[in-house]
């Protein structure tokens, strides 16, 4: 299971600064680190226009991608997935993903960036594990604006550490949402998909991970 990290707060408090100089120190410490960020603003252009691939978002495509030898590009609709969602189902090879935004996630762990102690986020929302702010404050775990590295190292030692003792084998999305198995489901599902995938005769030895998407028919 992947962890996820978000860093919130209101607009100008600096959490994209933050939140970009935490990535580069987990970087530094050798981590696989994916970013999602959340905005309000719509509209925001991510190509130019009279580009293919702006040629096939005008045409009326539902999905964009774009696969270059240095990188890949996607663009596609919001269809309201969550952030757990999207990080298990975009990045489950990362060892960890930062979010920006997404304060009212559930069951997700939260880093309140602020420069106003009277606009507190974390008596509104749930998930806040620490707080970056220049302002005095009380409380367990506060940082101050320009600690992204002993954030970073916070961030290591609680989520990152242990991680690849407790990586799950074998992950379960029903609409969308992980569904949490004990070990030795985990263990079950993955032998009998592995078999029936070795029952192909694929010609590989090399298979490492096997993924399945199953759609079910819809009773109208």
Known sequence: MVPIVTFIGWHDSGKTTLASQVVRHLKQLGYQVAVIKSTKETGIAFDTPGTDTDTHRKAGA?????????????MTD????????????????????????????????????????EQLLRDQVSGVIAVASDEKISGDYIFRLNEAA???AFIEKRFLQDAGKECDQ???????????????????????ISGLVGSLKLGSKDIKTIEIRVTLPQNN
Do not use: C, H
Request: hydrophobic share 45%; glycine share 6%; charged share 20%.
């Open 170 to 192: 074998t992950t379960l999305l029903v609409n969308g949402n992980r569904v949490p198995m004990k070990d030795f489901v985990q263990d079950a599902l993955a032998g009998t």
């Open 78 to 117: 919001n269809s309201g997935q969550s952030l757990t969602t999207l990080a298990y189902r975009y990045f489950p090879e990362v060892d960890i993903v930062i979010g920006e935004g997404f304060k009212n996630a559930r069951q997700i762990a939260k880093i309140e960036v602020f420069r106003n102690s």
């Open 150 to 152: 002993e954030i970073a």
């Open 62 to 74: 539902d999905a964009v991608m774009l696969v270059a030898p240095d990188q890949m590009v996607m």
